[in-house]
């Protein structure tokens, strides 16, 4: 069996981006989570944001990780948010996890911090370090390894990533 690897991290990390390469580097399948909850509501995450509310678009988000934990085993690309469950952080206690990590400057240059960026809408490097705040010790607690992104291209974190599990490619 192909081996499983979970990415988590902040917004505008690079998780999708490096999923994929990391797919493709090991011959499996890529699945983000985030992308599972538009295709299955029709609609975008900042509209479900607005329109029903975080609490709801949490209650989709467990379901869509334990959908995808259930159901694929190439490299998966959870939301940004999805430690915060306790359940989704119990099942991904049996899973390799890597945390990708960047800085808030890091962030602004990556995303612009804003558009389309629904829990930042106002002050986003403020907003940026709080979610951090809340979050980091979730991300480090459930990860299998850490791989710092800044200042690396895409395909650098991938083979840091590689590296880090000590995985070969395909």
Same mark, same amino acid.
């Given at each position: 069996?192909?081996? +499983?690897?979970?990415?988590?991290? *902040?917004?505008?990390?690079?998780?999708?981006?490096?999923?994929?390469?990391?797919?493709?580097?090991?011959?499996?399948?890529?699945?983000?989570?985030?992308? /599972?909850?538009?295709?299955?509501?029709?609609?975008?995450?900042? /509209?479900?944001?607005?329109? /029903?509310?975080?609490?709801?678009?949490?209650?989709?988000?467990?379901?869509?990780? +334990?959908?995808?934990?259930?159901? &694929?085993?190439?490299?998966?690309?959870?939301?940004?948010?999805?430690?915060? /469950?306790?359940?989704?952080?119990?099942?991904?206690? $049996?899973?390799?996890?890597?945390?990708?990590?960047?800085?808030?400057?890091?962030?602004? +240059?990556?995303?612009?911090?804003? $558009? $389309?960026? *629904?829990?930042?809408?106002?002050?986003?490097?403020?907003?940026? +370090?709080?979610?951090?705040?809340?979050?980091? &010790?979730?991300?480090?607690?459930?990860?299998?390894?850490?791989?710092?992104?800044?200042?690396?291209? *895409?395909?650098?974190?991938?083979?840091?990533?590689?590296?880090?599990?000590?995985?070969?490619? $395909?």
């Amino acid at each position: 069996m192909s081996p +499983r690897i979970v990415l988590t991290g *902040p917004m505008g990390v690079g998780k999708s981006t490096v999923g994929q390469l990391l797919a493709g580097r090991l011959g499996v399948g890529f699945r983000d989570t985030d992308d /599972d909850i538009v295709a299955a509501e029709g609609r975008a995450i900042s /509209d479900i944001f607005v329109e /029903d509310g975080e609490p709801a678009f949490r209650a989709l988000e467990k379901e869509a990780v +334990r959908q995808a934990l259930a159901g &694929h085993d190439g490299v998966l690309a959870l939301g940004g948010g999805a430690i915060l /469950d306790p359940d989704t952080r119990a099942l991904l206690a $049996a899973e390799r996890v890597v945390y990708l990590s960047m800085d808030v400057e890091e962030a602004v +240059r990556r995303t612009g911090l804003g $558009a $389309a960026r *629904p829990l930042l809408a106002v002050n986003p490097r403020k907003q940026w +370090r709080e979610l951090m705040e809340a979050r980091r &010790h979730l991300y480090e607690e459930t990860a299998t390894a850490v791989v710092p992104t800044d200042g690396r291209t *895409p395909e650098e974190v991938t083979e840091a990533v590689l590296d880090a599990l000590e995985l070969k490619e $395909a």
